[in-house]
């Protein structure tokens, strides 16, 4: 604490990846601070934090400063650049109440803190009322010409570091009059990159490094790099004329040394929007090199140049699992794509029925927000008690057998979640059904009809099961039917909320 009673703002810098190059004071303030803050995208997972992990203590407060846009378009009236100023001002006022109250705030930067880094933003809003120290680190830079064992520039050459983001005429001119370089902020620049190098007449001296010093590090010649694998965590580097001839720590990762090493991950998307996508699978598709799925639920993720997007019919469930376990023995990582939860009449159970017949390909089956929990809570809590999942659908199991669950969990007094209701062929299931429950269900037991929950076109509608008509349903929509408990309300604003009381009568 600072001697006018007020905390002291720490800009740690945390080196480019590696924990134990976590310089001994930035750890030991790690340790001490009572307030840790980082920043992270809207995935939620911040890189600085798992590369500070290891010096965290219990107790600590944390302070996720989560970008509201990162490249992506915005409806803020001021645009991309206000929506960011904002975000930065709400950052300091969050940061400022712990600094008034005494707290000691240490914020942490991958690399250096005043180096291309977001600390910097803070450090100008809030050194001029509060303590602030900085903390150096070491650079990607450094840490780039370490991996590849190559000196970047000696005696009087010149060495100039430039952000990937300029235009490639503009790049090309200053890599011409320069003899080292490195330039950051590859990913979505990478092309033009490669071509203001190609431009200079250096491309063939120049040299990719991405995510270096950790265990996923990869490094080879700028030429032979593929665009659509650079992640934003990498950079290239131009060593000067007097280091041409040394030869790197190793040449490049060859495809049989990646082979094997891939995975696959079945992820759901939610049932609708993007803030219904947890963070775990945001990171996960972020991470991923192919996309595999449904068009439609494709659609949903946005498009990344470095990754490549497989779209399939809804019918070849089989054949898609198989088509991305391949992707993955060639060492891709494969995101197979679901919307809802994967595990719910979704891909995990295809992907694992074909993975099982090998057992050579890791899967990890990673969860999503169900669509019946979606339409439930636009309404209330209609599966407030035992509930049961069927699907309508006849594509996979007899009708026979789906009348036959209809009726078993109508006469067990579920409430009951209905998939695949209908579709352009069926036209008919919906009042077959509604006949069936009807044989041991009241006709005023409450029916929810969501459609399009979390999308453009969204609407809820809730019925008697006896009015439960095929006219009002498609193969956008989910049902939910109560059981003899499900109760009707009318709230605050007027509209029906539906609800199923936990306890059950005696």
Avoid at 1 to 14: A, E, I, P, W
Avoid at 146 to 161: C, I, K, N, S, W
Avoid at 359 to 382: H, L
Wanted: hydrophobic residues 40%; negative net charge.
């Amino acid at each position: 604490m600072s001697s006018n009673g007020k905390g002291t703002l720490y800009g740690v810098g945390l080196g480019p990846g590696d924990p134990e190059l976590v310089t001994v004071k930035a750890a030991r303030l790690i340790e001490q601070a009572e307030v840790i803050a980082y920043h992270s995208a809207r995935h939620g997972r911040s890189v600085a934090r798992s590369i500070a992990e290891p010096y965290l203590r219990a107790g600590q407060v944390e302070e996720a400063l989560v970008y509201p846009v990162t490249t992506e378009t915005t409806d803020h009236p001021g645009g991309y650049q206000g929506a960011i100023d904002e975000f930065y001002a709400d950052c300091a006022d969050r940061l400022a109440a712990h600094l008034d109250a005494g707290r000691d705030v240490v914020l942490l930067a991958e690399g250096d803190p005043l180096f291309y880094g977001s600390y910097m933003h803070m450090h100008k809003r809030l050194s001029g009322r509060f303590r602030a120290e900085v903390i150096p680190g070491i650079t990607s830079i450094s840490g780039a010409s370490a991996t590849l064992g190559r000196p970047l520039a000696e005696r009087d050459e010149t060495f100039a570091v430039l952000p990937g983001t300029l235009p490639p005429d503009v790049l090309a001119e200053r890599l011409a009059r320069t003899d080292a370089a490195a330039v950051l902020k590859l990913g979505r620049t990478f092309e033009g990159v490669r071509e203001a190098f190609e431009k200079a007449g250096r491309l063939d001296e120049a040299w990719y490094v991405e995510r270096a010093t950790t265990d996923r590090q990869r490094y080879q010649r700028l030429a032979d790099v593929d665009p659509e694998t650079v992640p934003y965590f990498s950079l290239a580097l131009l060593p000067g004329p007097a280091n041409s001839g040394v030869p790197v720590t190793r040449e490049t990762v060859t495809d049989a040394e990646t082979a094997g090493q891939g995975e696959v991950v079945v992820v759901g998307l939610g049932p609708g929007g993007r803030e219904w996508v947890t963070p775990e699978v945001q990171a996960a598709l972020a991470e991923a090199d192919e996309l595999v799925g449904y068009a439609p639920y494709l659609a949903r993720v946005p498009d990344n140049p470095r990754q490549r997007k497989h779209a399939s019919d809804n019918r070849v469930e089989s054949e898609r699992a198989e088509f991305a376990l391949e992707l993955a023995r060639r060492g891709s990582k494969v995101a197979v794509v679901s919307s809802g939860d994967p595990g719910v009449f979704a891909m995990a159970s295809a992907v694992l029925e074909v993975a099982a017949e090998r057992a050579d390909v890791p899967v990890r089956v990673m969860p999503g927000m169900t669509a019946a929990q979606a339409v439930a809570s636009r309404v209330g809590a209609p599966l407030g008690h035992d509930f049961c999942v069927l699907s309508l659908s006849d594509r996979l199991k007899p009708w026979e057998v789906i009348v036959e669950r209809l009726r078993a969990a109508a006469a067990a007094d579920l409430v009951m979640a209905i998939y695949n209701p209908a579709s352009r062929s069926r036209t008919w299931q919906v009042a077959a059904a509604r006949d069936a429950v009807l044989e041991h269900r009241s006709p005023d037991v409450p029916v929810v009809i969501g459609r399009d929950i979390g999308g453009a076109e969204e609407s809820i509608k809730v019925v008697r099961l006896a009015d439960l008509d095929q006219s009002d349903v498609d193969m956008r929509c989910l049902l939910l039917i109560g059981s003899s408990t499900t109760r009707i309300a009318s709230g605050a604003n007027g509209e029906d909320v539906v609800f199923t009381p936990r306890r059950y009568p005696a």
